[in-house]
């Protein structure tokens, strides 16, 4: 009885078990790509019935295959040999109600998260280096969330509540601050400094507050979704890659320990900004002697906070080799609390009555976000470091930028932190100046920061130069070989020339690296310059040229203002897309194009990241493959279009490996090599998919030259079949034929199933199915997972 119900919750099926009555039943399960799709379009059927699922996600099928497998059993000569297509609907995973919108303020947390994924493929000897790549990836996410709550302050305490509502004109101009104002409001209750900062605290707070709402919320309906229960695998892993491990795709107790000590930092960087200024002012003029004292008690436990906090982040990052039930409940519990509490008793402080206060200047935000950029620039070149030491352990020739990917993105992070908290600064220090010259305005350093926006500009154009120049070249090279394809022909120079440019404009892909390694390397010299600008002159750029020669002071000046008045507009655009996308759904298709890529990954370094679909997506596979085999005993087919294919991978490792080989994968526009191997391979590498390949029934990859997302996945025949088919012609027909009388259009990305192809490989993979798959019995070995060699050890 207790292996029978072990069979039972693992969904294999003992040898001794009869074989099911509708054994000959055939499954397709398609899974749609980016962008999402209808289950009326994916089963070409405008009527479907939801057979399993939630609103969210769900399988459908056809109205007339609802009960395939009952009439199978009951007319099982009639059906013999019958393939039920369904279809995974996902898409709404990504892509909701308006309140996705809210993600684009996520981006930049989004962006380092993925850093974390992208480091090179190591063997087990490893396991500290890969444990310190994850732990320096962690501490930059860290980095990020104090970075946009101490843009909050700077823009609620410094340039609102610190400079405009004490300075005469600027409150005059601002009637609503009127009551903040010492001379507007006759030396009212809230005029003084610390009441002020005390009542604007209640913004970057509220940030703080929301942020953890949003990580909250997600994770409940994300990371708390488990995995099919497998038997608790060792600590070693033992398979060919880290998706196949029990714990990969349940997240649940690190999102909940990271989310406890974001909150606490951005908590802890309120109290800063609030309780640091009083006690300088108690040390400084003289304050009464228990003030200054607790002053120092405040600066003392800040420290101790931050400590806690640090600590939190470095503990080690995720236990993937067991579904790991456990959460911190202390820490997870006390860490915000305690600092909600410590912010609570610091606003009293900084509300005690000093008569003498007066606010002039700026708050000292100069030190802050120079010691943010300082520490996201050594982070960053520390784990260029680590991701190099990993790569020239394991080299591959077809790994993006030589593994240094994830240093590379998670400089570009930092960066679009820096534009958006330079950006939110810039544009509310020019509301609230008006004419100008009535408050000081931003940090010296954000001046710096967006007056090197316009050289990295004239890079990232210089680039876009250089690739149209390549195209047009590589569009040259592909005419030749586009009148070779179609030779026989009638010659048509605008048909031939489209498809041409359609195959050179596919390839900019594959330039991605390059792209980004340059960028993010210059933006990395460029923050270099502007923090060491900022911190040796105190002045700004057109300020600090003063003197120099007229050429230098001149782009000095044309820098400052144009960078000012870039960094302002960009963030005016990212508002107005995410308004136009909480109201357009159409344009909020569009953001959840993007996180369909952008979230396929675990949130391993940061937990305000926009959660991970693929949490809710594998394990829906995963459970729909495992139960229907066990039930029928059939054959399937996962066949999964673009990112669809990603999922049909990441959920066929997940199964057990007798399953696994009751399963064939047709995938096509398929990014798995193209983009995942090469951008994140030490999980989709060639050992990765090698290991997939061997450990599946069969595995066929349908890709075109005019796709620039899909592509081959390159594995030769050593581990099975060959899985690439030949590059499928595209468009069907040059010119007008029998079968397309009218032009064929160019498909790219889509429409793979319209290729006669499709329908050919698809019934090749059922045929080389066996009809009958009798069930295993595990083996003693088998029952605690597979035991190939290890190659990769468990991330950090």
């Avoid at 007066?358 to 520490?375: C, K, M, N, Q, W």
């Avoid at 077809?398 to 534009?419: F, H």
């Avoid at 609230?432 to 350093?445: A, E, F, K, R």
């Avoid at 990112?643 to 959920?651: I, P, T």
Wanted: net charge neutral.
């Amino acid at each position: 009885m207790e292996r029978l119900q072990k069979h039972a919750s693992t969904g294999e099926a003992t040898g001794s078990e009869q074989r099911p009555a509708g054994a000959d039943t055939s499954l397709e399960l398609l899974v749609h790509g980016v962008g999402g799709t209808t289950p009326e379009d994916m089963l070409n059927d405008p009527r479907v019935v939801r057979i399993t699922g939630d609103d969210t996600a769900a399988v459908f099928r056809r109205v007339d295959d609802a009960e395939a497998e009952k009439e199978a059993n009951e007319r099982p000569e009639e059906n013999r040999g019958k393939t039920v297509p369904e279809a995974y609907v996902w898409c709404n995973l990504t892509s909701g109600n308006g309140s996705r919108a809210l993600w684009l303020l996520l981006l930049p947390f989004m962006v380092v998260n993925l850093a974390h994924w992208m480091r090179p493929t190591v063997s087990d000897n490893r396991t500290r280096t890969v444990r310190l790549y994850g732990l320096l990836v962690r501490l930059v996410g860290l980095t990020l969330t104090v970075l946009l709550v101490a843009a909050a302050c700077e823009v609620a305490l410094d340039l609102t509540a610190w400079q405009c509502a004490g300075t005469r004109r600027c409150a005059e101009e601002h009637s609503w601050l009127g009551f903040l104002s010492p001379v507007a409001s006759g030396d009212g209750w809230w005029s003084q400094p610390g009441r002020r900062l005390a009542l604007a605290s209640l913004v970057p707070a509220a940030l703080t507050g929301l942020l953890w709402y949003l990580s909250q919320r997600t994770w409940s309906a994300y990371e708390s979704q488990q995995p099919m229960s497998h038997q608790d695998d060792p600590e070693e892993d033992t398979g060919h890659s880290g998706l196949s491990r029990p714990g990969f795709w349940y997240g649940r107790r690190l999102v909940a320990r990271l989310r406890a000590a974001h909150t606490a930092a951005g908590l802890l960087t309120v109290t800063a900004a609030v309780g640091t200024s009083a006690a300088r002012y108690d040390r400084e003029y003289g304050g009464p002697a228990v003030l200054e004292a607790l002053g120092r008690l405040l600066d003392a436990t800040l420290v101790v906070g931050a400590i806690v906090v640090v600590g939190a982040v470095c503990r080690r990052g995720r236990s993937e080799n067991r579904l790991d039930r456990q959460l911190d409940q202390a820490l997870v519990r006390w860490l915000p609390a305690g600092s909600l509490i410590l912010l609570a008793l610091t606003v009293l402080y900084a509300g005690w009555s000093r008569p003498e206060w007066r606010s002039g200047g700026r708050l000292p935000g100069d030190a802050t976000f120079g010691g943010i950029a300082l520490v996201q620039g050594l982070l960053v070149i520390a784990l260029g470091v680590v991701a190099h030491l990993l790569y020239r352990a394991h080299r591959d020739t077809r790994t993006a930028m030589r593994g240094l990917a994830g240093p590379a993105v998670a400089m570009l992070a930092c960066a679009l932190g820096g534009v958006m908290s330079g950006g939110v600064g810039q544009r509310v220090a020019d509301w609230l100046d008006g004419t100008g010259g009535t408050i000081p305005g931003p940090p010296v350093l954000l001046t710096w920061q967006a007056s090197v926006i316009p050289p990295l500009i004239v890079v990232v154009l210089a680039l876009v130069g250089w690739l149209a120049w390549r195209t047009v070249l590589l569009r040259r090279a592909e005419t030749g070989a586009v009148e070779l394809d179609y030779r026989g022909e009638p010659k048509d120079t605008a048909r031939t020339r489209s498809i041409a440019r359609t195959r050179a404009m596919a390839t900019l892909t594959d330039r991605a690296p390059l792209i980004v390694g340059i960028t993010s390397t210059v933006t990395l010299l460029l923050g270099a310059v502007a923090l060491v600008g900022a911190m040796t002159t105190e002045k700004v750029p057109g300020k600090a040229a003063h003197g120099a020669y007229d050429f230098m002071e001149s782009a000095a000046e044309t820098a400052q203002a144009l960078g000012s008045w870039l960094i302002g507009v960009g963030f005016i655009l990212f508002v107005t897309w995410g308004r136009r996308a909480y109201k357009d759904p159409s344009a909020r298709r569009t953001i959840g194009i993007l996180w369909d890529v952008g979230t396929f990954w675990p949130r391993a370094a940061h937990p305000f990241a926009p959660p991970c679909y693929a949490e809710r997506a594998v394990p829906d596979l995963t459970w729909r493959i495992a139960t229907w085999t066990r039930k029928t005993g059939g054959r399937l087919v996962i066949s999964g279009h673009s990112q669809g294919s990603v999922l049909a991978a990441a959920a066929a490792w997940q199964l057990k490996p007798s399953v696994r080989k009751r399963v064939a994968l047709l995938t096509y526009g398929s990014p798995l090599e193209r983009l995942y191997g090469r951008w994140f391979p030490a999980h989709f590498g060639p050992a990765a998919l090698s290991g997939l390949h061997r450990e599946v029934d069969c595995w066929r990859n349908l890709y075109r030259a005019t796709d620039p997302i899909g592509g081959p996945v390159r594995l030769s025949g050593d581990c099975g079949p060959q899985v690439d088919r030949e590059p499928l012609p595209d468009p069907l027909a040059y010119g007008r034929t029998e079968a397309h009388p009218l032009p064929a259009p160019i498909l790219g990305h889509s429409d793979y199933q319209a290729d006669p192809a499709f329908a050919e490989e698809r019934e090749k993979l059922l045929a080389r199915l066996r009809p009958e798959v009798p069930g295993q019995r595990p083996s003693e070995s088998e029952s605690d997972g597979p035991h190939e060699p290890q190659l990769d050890p468990a991330p950090a």
